[in-house]
Protein backbone atom coordinates (compact mmCIF):
# COMPACT_ATOMS: atom_id res chain seq x y z
CA UNK A 1 0.00 0.00 0.00
CA UNK A 2 2.79 2.51 0.58
CA UNK A 3 4.17 1.65 -2.42
CA UNK A 4 1.47 2.70 -4.56
CA UNK A 5 0.77 6.06 -2.39
CA UNK A 6 4.79 6.25 -3.25
CA UNK A 7 4.04 5.77 -7.01
CA UNK A 8 0.91 8.42 -7.02
CA UNK A 9 2.77 10.98 -5.27
CA UNK A 10 5.73 10.92 -7.71
CA UNK A 11 3.58 10.98 -10.58
CA UNK A 12 1.36 14.14 -9.27
CA UNK A 13 5.02 15.78 -8.18
CA UNK A 14 6.38 15.83 -11.66
CA UNK A 15 2.82 16.41 -13.52
CA UNK A 16 2.60 19.61 -11.57
CA UNK A 17 6.53 20.75 -12.02
CA UNK A 18 5.38 20.00 -15.43
CA UNK A 19 2.63 21.73 -16.32
CA UNK A 20 3.87 25.19 -15.78
CA UNK A 21 2.08 28.02 -18.15
CA UNK A 22 4.38 28.83 -21.44
CA UNK A 23 5.30 32.04 -21.89
CA UNK A 24 3.93 34.63 -24.24
CA UNK A 25 5.93 34.57 -27.16
CA UNK A 26 8.02 37.75 -27.96
CA UNK A 27 7.10 39.32 -31.08
CA UNK A 28 3.23 39.10 -30.48
CA UNK A 29 1.31 41.73 -32.49
CA UNK A 30 -0.34 44.16 -30.01
CA UNK A 31 -3.84 45.03 -30.34
CA UNK A 32 -5.39 47.85 -32.44
CA UNK A 33 -6.64 50.51 -29.88
CA UNK A 34 -10.19 50.66 -29.76
CA UNK A 35 -12.10 53.53 -31.80
CA UNK A 36 -14.64 56.12 -30.41
CA UNK A 37 -17.89 55.68 -30.75
CA UNK A 38 -18.84 57.23 -34.32
CA UNK A 39 -15.72 57.70 -35.63
CA UNK A 40 -15.29 56.36 -39.00
CA UNK A 41 -12.72 53.81 -39.89
CA UNK A 42 -9.33 54.51 -41.70
CA UNK A 43 -10.27 54.55 -45.17
CA UNK A 44 -7.38 54.78 -47.50
CA UNK A 45 -7.54 57.86 -50.00
CA UNK A 46 -5.82 56.98 -53.07
CA UNK A 47 -3.76 60.07 -54.17
CA UNK A 48 -4.94 62.92 -56.63
CA UNK A 49 -4.28 62.06 -60.32
CA UNK A 50 -2.87 64.97 -62.75
CA UNK A 51 -3.39 62.94 -65.61
CA UNK A 52 -0.51 61.10 -65.89
CA UNK A 53 -0.67 57.23 -65.16
CA UNK A 54 1.66 56.31 -62.02
CA UNK A 55 3.88 53.65 -62.97
CA UNK A 56 3.55 50.76 -60.30
CA UNK A 57 7.36 49.93 -59.08
CA UNK A 58 8.05 46.82 -59.70
CA UNK A 59 8.30 44.49 -56.62
CA UNK A 60 12.25 42.78 -55.86
CA UNK A 61 13.05 39.51 -56.28
CA UNK A 62 11.64 37.20 -53.45
CA UNK A 63 10.10 39.80 -51.77
CA UNK A 64 5.78 39.40 -51.06
CA UNK A 65 3.54 42.20 -52.99
CA UNK A 66 1.79 44.59 -51.03
CA UNK A 67 -1.19 43.33 -49.39
CA UNK A 68 -0.79 39.77 -50.48
CA UNK A 69 -0.26 36.93 -47.83
CA UNK A 70 3.02 35.24 -46.70
CA UNK A 71 3.85 32.67 -48.58
CA UNK A 72 4.07 29.73 -46.90
CA UNK A 73 7.62 28.55 -45.64
CA UNK A 74 9.18 25.64 -47.81
CA UNK A 75 10.56 22.20 -46.18
CA UNK A 76 13.72 22.81 -46.39
CA UNK A 77 13.39 26.52 -44.98
CA UNK A 78 13.97 27.58 -41.41
CA UNK A 79 11.00 26.60 -39.08
CA UNK A 80 8.15 29.21 -37.66
CA UNK A 81 8.72 30.82 -34.45
CA UNK A 82 7.85 28.57 -31.84
CA UNK A 83 9.23 25.46 -33.49
CA UNK A 84 12.24 23.42 -33.08
CA UNK A 85 13.27 21.48 -36.17
CA UNK A 86 15.14 17.92 -35.87
CA UNK A 87 15.44 14.41 -37.11
CA UNK A 88 11.69 13.37 -36.23
CA UNK A 89 10.52 16.94 -38.04
CA UNK A 90 9.43 20.43 -36.41
CA UNK A 91 8.13 20.43 -33.22
CA UNK A 92 6.16 22.96 -31.31
CA UNK A 93 7.87 24.55 -28.52
CA UNK A 94 5.79 24.97 -25.28
CA UNK A 95 7.77 27.33 -23.53
CA UNK A 96 8.40 24.40 -20.71
CA UNK A 97 11.92 23.43 -20.50
CA UNK A 98 11.43 19.45 -19.27
CA UNK A 99 8.43 19.13 -22.20
CA UNK A 100 10.92 20.93 -24.98
CA UNK A 101 13.88 18.96 -23.98
CA UNK A 102 11.50 15.38 -23.59
CA UNK A 103 10.97 16.18 -26.88
CA UNK A 104 14.10 16.76 -28.42
CA UNK A 105 15.30 13.27 -26.65
CA UNK A 106 13.48 10.52 -29.65
CA UNK A 107 11.73 7.74 -28.42
CA UNK A 108 14.16 6.69 -26.00
CA UNK A 109 13.03 9.48 -23.57
CA UNK A 110 9.71 7.51 -22.61
CA UNK A 111 11.51 3.94 -20.92
CA UNK A 112 13.81 6.52 -19.19
CA UNK A 113 10.90 8.47 -18.26
CA UNK A 114 9.64 4.81 -17.33
CA UNK A 115 12.48 4.23 -15.14
CA UNK A 116 13.39 7.77 -13.87
CA UNK A 117 9.53 7.50 -11.75
CA UNK A 118 9.94 3.91 -10.53
CA UNK A 119 13.60 4.77 -9.00
CA UNK A 120 11.97 8.26 -7.36
CA UNK A 121 9.17 5.78 -5.94
CA UNK A 122 11.30 3.09 -4.66
CA UNK A 123 14.52 6.10 -3.00
CA UNK A 124 11.19 7.65 -1.57
CA UNK A 125 9.65 4.36 -0.39
CA UNK A 126 12.90 2.96 1.34
CA UNK A 127 13.19 6.42 3.18
CA UNK A 128 9.49 6.37 4.60
CA UNK A 129 10.45 2.83 5.66
CA UNK A 130 14.18 3.17 7.05
CA UNK A 131 12.78 6.57 8.93
CA UNK A 132 10.17 4.34 10.42
CA UNK A 133 12.59 1.94 11.30
CA UNK A 134 14.93 4.51 13.17
CA UNK A 135 11.47 5.36 15.23
CA UNK A 136 10.81 1.96 16.00
CA UNK A 137 14.54 1.09 17.79
CA UNK A 138 14.40 0.56 21.35
CA UNK A 139 17.97 0.17 22.57
CA UNK A 140 16.96 0.24 26.61
CA UNK A 141 14.43 -2.70 26.08
CA UNK A 142 17.24 -4.57 24.61
CA UNK A 143 19.04 -4.30 27.63
CA UNK A 144 16.25 -4.79 29.90
CA UNK A 145 15.89 -8.20 28.12
CA UNK A 146 19.60 -9.30 28.28
CA UNK A 147 19.52 -8.46 32.13
CA UNK A 148 15.88 -10.60 32.79
CA UNK A 149 18.19 -13.23 31.01
CA UNK A 150 21.06 -12.86 33.21
CA UNK A 151 18.98 -12.89 36.39
CA UNK A 152 17.24 -16.30 34.72
CA UNK A 153 13.65 -15.02 33.93
CA UNK A 154 13.53 -15.74 30.97
CA UNK A 155 9.80 -15.03 30.88
CA UNK A 156 10.17 -11.53 31.79
CA UNK A 157 12.71 -11.78 28.65
CA UNK A 158 9.63 -13.10 26.56
CA UNK A 159 7.08 -10.46 27.74
CA UNK A 160 9.56 -7.50 26.94
CA UNK A 161 10.12 -9.09 23.11
CA UNK A 162 6.23 -9.76 23.17
CA UNK A 163 4.38 -6.79 20.84
CA UNK A 164 7.41 -4.67 19.93
CA UNK A 165 8.41 -3.19 16.73
CA UNK A 166 11.85 -3.24 16.67
CA UNK A 167 13.35 -5.80 14.23
CA UNK A 168 16.13 -7.08 17.13
CA UNK A 169 13.40 -7.52 19.86
CA UNK A 170 10.95 -9.67 16.89
CA UNK A 171 13.97 -11.93 16.53
CA UNK A 172 14.32 -12.16 20.44
CA UNK A 173 11.12 -12.65 21.20
CA UNK A 174 11.47 -15.72 18.25
CA UNK A 175 13.90 -17.26 19.57
CA UNK A 176 12.72 -17.56 23.77
CA UNK A 177 8.98 -18.84 22.19
CA UNK A 178 11.16 -21.54 20.20
CA UNK A 179 14.21 -22.27 22.81
CA UNK A 180 13.64 -25.57 23.76
CA UNK A 181 12.97 -27.07 20.17
CA UNK A 182 15.86 -25.13 18.06
CA UNK A 183 17.06 -21.72 19.56
CA UNK A 184 19.26 -21.04 16.56
CA UNK A 185 17.02 -22.11 13.86
CA UNK A 186 14.61 -19.95 15.29
CA UNK A 187 17.05 -16.90 15.43
CA UNK A 188 17.59 -17.43 11.48
CA UNK A 189 14.59 -17.81 10.66
CA UNK A 190 13.52 -15.04 12.12
CA UNK A 191 16.55 -12.81 10.93
CA UNK A 192 16.06 -13.98 7.41
CA UNK A 193 12.91 -12.11 7.59
CA UNK A 194 14.05 -8.90 9.08
CA UNK A 195 16.75 -8.67 6.47
CA UNK A 196 14.56 -9.65 3.74
CA UNK A 197 12.51 -6.58 4.58
CA UNK A 198 15.22 -4.19 4.61
CA UNK A 199 16.64 -5.27 1.70
CA UNK A 200 13.44 -5.17 -0.25
CA UNK A 201 13.69 -2.78 -3.82
CA UNK A 202 17.48 -3.07 -3.47
CA UNK A 203 17.47 -5.44 -6.41
CA UNK A 204 15.59 -3.06 -8.68
CA UNK A 205 17.94 -0.20 -7.76
CA UNK A 206 20.55 -2.16 -8.72
CA UNK A 207 19.10 -2.59 -12.04
CA UNK A 208 17.91 0.99 -12.85
CA UNK A 209 21.66 2.04 -11.72
CA UNK A 210 22.95 0.50 -14.73
CA UNK A 211 20.21 0.06 -16.76
CA UNK A 212 19.43 4.10 -17.30
CA UNK A 213 22.94 4.86 -18.48
CA UNK A 214 22.57 2.15 -21.55
CA UNK A 215 19.25 3.85 -22.61
CA UNK A 216 21.25 6.81 -22.62
CA UNK A 217 23.96 5.81 -24.87
CA UNK A 218 21.38 4.17 -26.63
CA UNK A 219 20.07 7.44 -27.44
CA UNK A 220 23.00 8.95 -28.03
CA UNK A 221 23.90 5.95 -30.89
CA UNK A 222 20.40 6.78 -32.25
CA UNK A 223 20.56 10.69 -32.90
CA UNK A 224 23.78 10.00 -33.98
CA UNK A 225 22.41 7.32 -37.28
CA UNK A 226 20.00 9.57 -38.24
CA UNK A 227 22.11 13.13 -38.05
CA UNK A 228 24.24 11.36 -40.14
CA UNK A 229 21.51 10.09 -42.73
CA UNK A 230 21.10 13.45 -43.39
CA UNK A 231 24.30 14.41 -44.38
CA UNK A 232 23.68 13.44 -48.34
CA UNK A 233 21.24 16.26 -48.12
CA UNK A 234 22.31 19.78 -48.60
CA UNK A 235 19.33 21.20 -47.51
CA UNK A 236 18.47 19.04 -44.67
CA UNK A 237 21.91 18.78 -43.61
CA UNK A 238 22.67 21.49 -41.04
CA UNK A 239 18.96 21.40 -39.32
CA UNK A 240 18.85 17.22 -38.89
CA UNK A 241 22.87 17.17 -37.47
CA UNK A 242 22.29 19.61 -35.17
CA UNK A 243 19.13 17.76 -34.12
CA UNK A 244 20.39 14.55 -33.73
CA UNK A 245 23.16 15.75 -31.76
CA UNK A 246 20.49 17.18 -29.45
CA UNK A 247 19.13 13.97 -29.16
CA UNK A 248 22.10 12.18 -28.48
CA UNK A 249 23.39 14.41 -25.66
CA UNK A 250 20.00 15.16 -24.10
CA UNK A 251 19.53 11.10 -23.39
CA UNK A 252 22.58 10.60 -22.11
CA UNK A 253 22.34 13.21 -19.99
CA UNK A 254 18.99 11.88 -18.87
CA UNK A 255 20.42 8.47 -18.47
CA UNK A 256 23.50 9.47 -16.41
CA UNK A 257 21.20 11.50 -13.94
CA UNK A 258 19.04 9.08 -13.07
CA UNK A 259 22.03 6.38 -12.42
CA UNK A 260 23.41 9.30 -10.25
CA UNK A 261 20.39 9.90 -8.82
CA UNK A 262 19.76 5.99 -8.02
CA UNK A 263 23.57 5.18 -7.34
CA UNK A 264 23.49 7.39 -3.97
CA UNK A 265 20.43 6.11 -1.98
CA UNK A 266 21.64 2.48 -3.23
CA UNK A 267 24.66 2.27 -1.19
CA UNK A 268 23.47 4.21 2.09
CA UNK A 269 20.69 1.75 1.73
CA UNK A 270 22.81 -1.25 1.09
CA UNK A 271 25.01 -0.08 4.10
CA UNK A 272 21.87 0.19 6.50
CA UNK A 273 20.76 -3.66 5.46
CA UNK A 274 24.16 -4.66 6.17
CA UNK A 275 24.15 -3.37 9.40
CA UNK A 276 21.23 -4.61 10.45
CA UNK A 277 22.07 -8.09 9.71
CA UNK A 278 25.20 -7.06 12.06
CA UNK A 279 23.08 -5.93 14.77
CA UNK A 280 20.95 -9.27 14.59
CA UNK A 281 23.78 -11.19 14.44
CA UNK A 282 25.10 -10.11 17.03
CA UNK A 283 22.22 -9.92 19.19
CA UNK A 284 20.96 -13.41 18.30
CA UNK A 285 24.81 -14.65 19.18
CA UNK A 286 24.88 -12.73 22.60
CA UNK A 287 21.07 -14.48 23.45
CA UNK A 288 22.61 -17.73 22.62
CA UNK A 289 25.19 -17.64 24.68
CA UNK A 290 23.37 -16.60 27.72
CA UNK A 291 21.04 -18.79 27.35
CA UNK A 292 23.18 -21.91 26.99
CA UNK A 293 24.92 -20.54 30.18
CA UNK A 294 21.55 -20.46 32.05
CA UNK A 295 20.75 -23.83 30.97
CA UNK A 296 24.80 -24.85 31.85
CA UNK A 297 24.40 -24.09 35.27
CA UNK A 298 20.76 -25.34 35.99
CA UNK A 299 22.30 -29.07 34.88
CA UNK A 300 25.24 -28.46 36.92
CA UNK A 301 22.81 -27.55 39.67
CA UNK A 302 21.32 -30.53 39.16
CA UNK A 303 24.28 -32.70 39.29
CA UNK A 304 25.34 -30.96 42.77
CA UNK A 305 22.22 -31.35 44.05
CA UNK A 306 22.06 -35.42 42.78
CA UNK A 307 25.83 -35.92 44.19
CA UNK A 308 25.34 -34.36 47.26
CA UNK A 309 23.64 -37.00 49.86
CA UNK A 310 20.68 -35.40 51.90
CA UNK A 311 19.98 -34.79 55.92
CA UNK A 312 18.15 -38.03 55.72
CA UNK A 313 20.81 -40.00 54.36
CA UNK A 314 23.35 -38.28 56.49
CA UNK A 315 21.43 -39.03 59.65
CA UNK A 316 20.99 -42.83 59.15
CA UNK A 317 24.41 -42.74 58.39
Not at 299 to 309: D, K, L, N
Amino acid sequence: MKTYLTLCFSLITLVAFAQTPPPPPPNAPASAPPQAAGALPNVPVPPPTTGMTPVAASPAAGAPAPGAPPAAASPSGSPAAGESSGVWGPRVMTGNFLIDNFRKGGPVMWPILIISIVALTVVIERVFWWTGRWFRRDPKRIEKVFTAIEVNDVTEASRLCRGSRDPVLRMMWNGLNHQHASLQGALQVAAGIEIKRAGRFLVVMDTLVTLAPLLGLLGTVTGLIRSFSFLGNEELAVQAVTGGIAEALIATACGLGIAIFSLIPFNFFTSRVSNLEFELQTAATNLEVMLQAQQRGEREGVAIESATPSSATRSSI
